[in-house]
């Protein structure tokens, strides 16, 4: 069974950065999908990033050019780097894995397991 911890969330300014870590157990994590999704308060979640095999990576118009997905595979962990953080990026967000050998795809239904999310809050 495949466990996914988040870690790196916190309370930061807007236009600071936050590295955001999840750390994958219980299956092989090179070339299966990987992503990152956020929750708002009172909104539905939403997608941010994907990251698949052969280092493709894929990213929410809301975010490219300020966010970039990484992983290391020696490691097993995904990474997340926030750069120019923005009040509205203000979530919880959560690390999701799904199938070998697909493209970074950001719909949620394609992943099939999930972690339990940190905190990420941008005062402005």
């Known amino acids: 069974q495949v466990q996914l911890i988040e870690s790196g969330g916190g309370l930061v300014q807007a236009g600071d950065s936050l590295r955001l870590s999840c750390a994958a157990s219980?299956?092989?994590?090179?070339?299966?999908?990987m992503g990152w999704f956020r929750q708002a308060p009172g909104k539905e979640r939403e997608s941010v990033a994907a990251?698949?095999?052969?280092?493709?990576?894929n990213y929410a118009d809301s975010v490219k050019g300020r966010f970039t997905i990484s992983r290391d595979n020696a490691k097993s962990t995904l990474y997340l780097q926030m750069n120019s953080l923005k009040p509205e990026d203000t979530a919880v967000y959560y690390c999701?894995?799904?199938?070998?050998?697909?493209?970074?795809?950001?719909?949620?239904?394609?992943?099939?397991?999930w972690g339990q999310g940190t905190q990420v809050t941008v005062s402005s």
């Open positions: 219980g299956r092989n994590f090179s070339n299966y999908l």
């Open positions: 990251s698949a095999w052969h280092d493709r990576t």
């Open positions: 999701a894995t799904g199938p070998k050998w697909v493209p970074p795809t950001l719909e949620s239904d394609k992943y099939d397991s």
